[in-house]
């Protein structure tokens, strides 16, 4: 038998009611690794992320984590810490007692009790912030202080459920960087729960997609984004541009698709298509250019008209209607040396071109 | 609303400095009350015992409520309102009927009594339950109980679940959870309920009399008496104002004292 991964996740399900809100999910989580469980509300992240740290017990499968089954261990014993959402600091002790918290059992003497708390002061840059009290610290503030009261205790996982959902757009972004840092400073598996797409592909080394309880696919963020191989997943990571197609036929170069709207185009897509099969194209906006001049091969075309534009500062989004068809595609251009006022404006004719490689092949459905 | 609550306030004290006479329309100025407060050694014994007795209530009647507003708060899922009013229930009745209800439970030949004879525990009636402290303790216990409930339930509905699980997750169990966590954050609501019991039990006169026999009486009862069989309303208003002044001392260092105490575990 395979060795098992430093967590393992085996046919876990969580039923409430008739609602399963994890529904039979498989997955391992290496040691060290940055792991981020993203879906839409409701989807059962965070049931699934409760269950690692036993504040739900799973209806059906195990949890190993460190190679050992978790099923007897109650929440208190785990070698997992939790950095709550709202992040759960106790409003009646000061900062100091707030980090020292989990380190009651550990009776550790004062001096190196002092000693510790000050470290962990330190790593998340709030020396010199024991005496604060809980009231007294703003929202990226609190965020550290869970973060330490966390891994003071050295987890094995550290599990946080939304971190950066409280904070606003600057401070999240500035977060985001150092938590990857802290991470790799720690050397301590994270698994994080979230919504935000964009905070999943910054931070995780691996991202599992989550829906209505399942795990629909999960890989590097680089994988998920440029190679999804669903459409749920195709859609929830960034924006895309959906077609529906036939394969139409194949060579060796890859497959003809006759698509709705876009005509026929060419695709070197997985091999696991055969001809006549329905299929869904896709198309991310970024990947489709304007202009006159296109490279010589491996590119389709098409002409369309501007209907709409949106101007969003370092990037502007095209709406371009294609002939026979009311339903608009995106197109994103970067706006580069302040390029954004001087693209195609309003029913301007242009024409769209893309590469055969960045076509994605999806089943329909 | 502010001259309704000051203008008796400044009556008594003005008549507690009056002498009576017994002369209509003849008003003398004098510390004799407070003399007789201070020199006769029964009126402080009683305002000590009053104060003894009613800690000892607003102690009773909190450790009875906490652990019925931690059931509501914590374990009961949906109409929490519901077990509130169901709880409020026996308070609809009048208080000297549940006072006199109390009566017949520890009575010689009450239900606790009859009920102890029936299962042959004891030969006679215990005669030690009732006209004691124990007795008055009980009863306004019992009394006051929703007034206890009611303060202590809203700090625990408050607390955030999030904070308990958070010490669970840093490796407490439940009872170390609780000492931890949800006991300080719901503090704020047992002092209220200490309060809110200890202040006006201390006044209490029926009470006392109707329970209590000779050793359960009560500062009320002086008052209620000068008041009252003897006529005598200046010596009546010294003990209130006495009584009031004490009161409003106790509770004062009470709640320094709980200042000091928070300080003191904040730096531990």
Redo the contacts between chains.
């Keep these: 038998m395979k060795d098992r991964a430093f967590i393992s996740i085996k046919g876990i399900s969580k039923h409430f009611g008739k609602v399963r809100a994890v529904d039979d999910v498989d997955l391992e989580i290496e040691k060290g690794e940055f792991f981020a469980l993203l879906g839409p509300s409701g989807c059962g992240k965070t049931t699934l992320l409760r269950m690692l ?1 036993g ?1 739900e017990v799973p209806t059906a499968g195990e949890i190993y984590i460190d190679r050992e089954p978790t099923a007897a261990v ?4 785990r070698p ?3 950095v ?3 992040y ?1 600091i ?3 002790l ?1 900062v100091f ?1 707030n980090i020292a ?2 380190l ?2 550990d009776r550790l003497p004062r001096p190196v009790l002092e000693e510790r708390v000050n470290d962990a002061l330190a790593l998340i840059k709030l020396d010199g912030y024991g005496a604060r009290r809980a009231d007294e610290l703003s929202g990226g503030q609190r965020q550290r202080v869970a973060l330490a ?2 891994l003071i ?1 050295k987890p094995k996982v550290l599990l946080l459920d939304e971190p950066l959902g409280a904070l606003d757009k600057k401070l999240r972004e500035q977060m985001q960087l150092e938590l990857r840092d802290l991470q790799r400073n720690v050397g301590i598996t994270f698994v994080f729960v979230t919504h935000d797409q964009e905070e999943a592909l910054t931070m995780s080394d691996r991202i599992a997609v989550m829906s209505s309880g399942k795990t629909i696919e999960h890989g590097p963020p680089s994988q998920l984004y440029d190679r999804p191989r669903t459409r749920f997943v195709a859609d929830f990571l960034g924006t895309m541009n959906f077609f529906e197609g036939r394969v139409a036929g194949s060579d060796g170069d890859g497959l003809a698709i006759e698509t709705d709207r876009l005509g026929m185009v060419r695709a070197q897509g997985p091999a696991d298509f055969a001809v006549g099969d329905r299929l869904t194209v896709a198309l991310r906006p970024e990947n489709i250019r304007i202009s006159p001049h296109t490279p010589n091969d491996d590119v389709d075309t098409i002409g369309g008209t501007v209907s709409n534009t949106a101007y969003l500062g370092d990037r502007t989004h095209l709406y371009v209607t294609l002939e026979g068809s009311d339903q608009p595609v995106l197109v994103a251009r970067q706006n580069m040396d302040g390029s954004g006022s001087d693209g195609p404006a309003g029913h301007a004719a242009v024409s769209l071109w893309w590469r055969r490689s960045s076509v994605l092949l999806l089943k329909s459905g | 609303m502010v001259m309704a609550l000051i203008s008796p306030f400044v009556l008594l004290i003005g008549i507690s400095f009056t002498l009576e006479t017994g002369a209509q329309d003849e008003w003398v100025l004098s510390l004799a009350n407070y003399q007789a407060v201070f020199e006769k050694p029964q009126y402080l014994r009683v305002l000590g015992r009053s104060l003894v007795i009613s800690s000892l209530v607003a102690l009773t009647t909190v450790l009875l409520a906490y652990p019925a507003a931690y059931f509501i708060a914590f374990h009961v899922r949906g109409n929490k309102m519901m077990w509130l009013i169901l709880i409020t229930l026996p308070f609809w009745t009048s208080y000297l009927l549940r006072v006199f209800s109390w009566k017949l439970i520890l009575g010689y030949n009450g239900v606790i009594n009859s009920a102890l004879l029936w299962l042959g525990l004891i030969d006679q009636p215990l005669d030690f339950i009732l006209y004691n402290t124990n007795a008055v303790v009980v009863t306004l216990a019992h009394a006051w109980a929703a007034f206890a409930i009611l303060p202590i339930f809203v700090s625990l509905q408050k607390i ?1 679940r ?2 308990i ?9 439940s009872i ?2 609780f000492i ?2 949800t006991l ?2 719901s503090m704020p609501g047992v002092i209220a309920a200490l309060l809110l019991v200890f202040i006006p039990t201390v006044g209490d006169y029926v009470t006392p009399k109707m329970v209590g026999g000779p050793n359960g009486l009560m500062i009320g009862s002086l008052i209620q008496v000068a008041f009252g069989r003897l006529d005598n309303w200046p010596l009546g208003a010294a003990i209130s104002v006495v009584s009031m002044i004490t009161v409003t001392g106790t509770v004062c260092a009470f709640l320094f004292g709980i200042d000091r105490l928070k300080k003191l575990v ?1 730096r531990a």
């Design positions: 740290a504040f109650p929440h208190f014993l997992v810490n939790m709550f959402q709202n759960a106790f409003p009646h000061n007692q918290f989990g009651r059992k009261r966390a205790k | 955030d999030t904070l699980e958070a010490a669970h997750d840093l490796g407490e169990n170390a959870a931890r966590v300080p954050l904040a």
